[in-house]
């Protein structure tokens, strides 16, 4: 399916866009389903997840990212998500779990996204294939606001395992935040924070409520006009914590390819599953740009920084030199 997405954009709106020629060269990019027992494809497939999964090689995914539809009536450029009664939602998502679980190691971890009204389908649904350890709350703050109920602001991402042995890289989602009242050693020294030119900081543990995370927008290299794009901060807190370099990321609605985009620029293998044509050439070109700029907006040394951070390109002691490493947009966010 080619879908001719032509609008006026402004001077400086840095939205990914294709043109037919484009087009045409990406298409020979999206990966086939070969019949290779024990060796999975790699890249983007063009196609239905659920009819694809099957014909997959078992227990080859480290860590699954599902982000299915949301239980809403929802249009992705021609193709449409029916919002279905709450039983009939959980039934879908069973259905695409258990297809999806034979492709799961032992030790894989699966991350499920959703809304405040399909919270009650994913816990039923994974709890009955998971141990559900967790539900990430993230700010989305983004779109309009309603007269009759309150505005939608978050949404979740259950953060499960196959069994009780999986991988948690702590130290690699770490968060810096600013200290605004710093307490001291008796000596005057800083006590679990760092003092910079710039400001008073401190590397705090990651928690289950994100308040630093941008939602891609006009002037970003990773914005495109999917209507529910996932952020590559997002997708890199997710896959830096529960995989290890050389790991294979699944993502079976893959959408405009954040997950893929992120793992390649982090070492990961991966594969991505869509079924819209379109979404799958703009995923193909982030992955083609992720090639010679593995930056992701928010992350520098090893360290998340919050949300509106100006001192990222300040040098901390202890962390050494860190430098904006994205173009037009940095570390700012």
């Known amino acids: 399916m080619t879908l001719g997405i032509s609008r006026k954009r402004a001077p400086r709106n840095r939205t990914l866009t294709l043109s037919n020629m484009e087009r045409v060269s990406l298409r020979s990019q999206i990966a086939e389903l070969i019949d290779s027992p024990g060796s999975p494809p790699e890249g983007i497939i063009c196609g239905?997840?659920?009819?694809?999964?099957p014909k997959l090689p078992h227990r080859f995914v480290d860590l699954l990212f599902l982000d299915p539809p949301y239980n809403l009536n929802k249009s992705f450029h021609g193709i449409t998500f029916s919002k279905k009664a709450?039983?009939?939602?959980?039934?879908?998502?069973?259905?695409?779990?258990?297809?999806?679980?034979?492709?799961?190691?032992?030790?894989?971890?699966?991350?499920?996204?959703?809304?405040?009204?399909?919270?009650?389908?994913?816990?039923?649904?994974?709890?009955?294939?998971?141990?559900?350890?967790?539900?990430?709350?993230?700010?989305?703050?983004?779109?309009?606001?309603?007269?009759?109920?309150?505005?939608?602001?978050?949404?979740?991402?259950?953060?499960?395992?196959?069994?009780?042995?999986y991988c948690f890289n702590v130290a690699a989602v770490k968060l810096r935040r600013r200290v605004l009242a710093p307490y001291t050693n008796g000596d005057g020294s800083p006590k679990d924070w760092m003092r910079t030119d710039a400001g008073n900081y401190r590397d705090t543990h990651p928690s289950n409520l994100w308040s630093d995370i941008t939602i891609p927008f006009w002037s970003m290299p990773e914005n495109t006009d999917h209507p529910a794009q996932k952020s590559e901060k997002l997708l890199a807190k997710l896959i830096l914590a529960s995989s290890r370099p050389g790991d294979f990321v699944l993502d079976p609605f893959v959408g405009s390819g954040t997950a893929c985009v992120v793992a390649r620029k982090l070492g990961r293998r991966f594969l991505g599953i869509d079924l819209n044509e379109e979404y799958v050439l703009w995923a193909l070109r982030r992955l083609e740009m992720a090639n010679s700029d593995h930056s992701i907006q928010g992350l520098a040394d090893g360290v998340f920084w919050e949300r509106n951070t100006i001192a990222a390109q300040q040098r901390i002691p202890q962390a050494g030199a860190l430098v904006p490493r994205n173009q037009g947009g940095g570390l700012f966010e």
Do not use: M
Not at 48 to 53: K, P, Q, R, T
Not at 105 to 118: N, R
Not at 146 to 162: Q, V
């Open 48 to 53: 239905d997840s659920l009819e694809i999964a």
């Open 86 to 165: 709450v039983a009939d939602y959980t039934v879908w998502l069973d259905r695409v779990v258990t297809v999806l679980k034979a492709t799961l190691k032992p030790t894989a971890t699966v991350y499920i996204c959703g809304d405040w009204l399909s919270s009650a389908s994913i816990f039923e649904v994974a709890s009955s294939h998971f141990v559900v350890r967790n539900r990430i709350t993230w700010e989305r703050e983004k779109g309009r606001g309603s007269l009759s109920n309150w505005k939608s602001a978050s949404e979740d991402i259950w953060f499960c395992t196959n069994s009780d042995d």
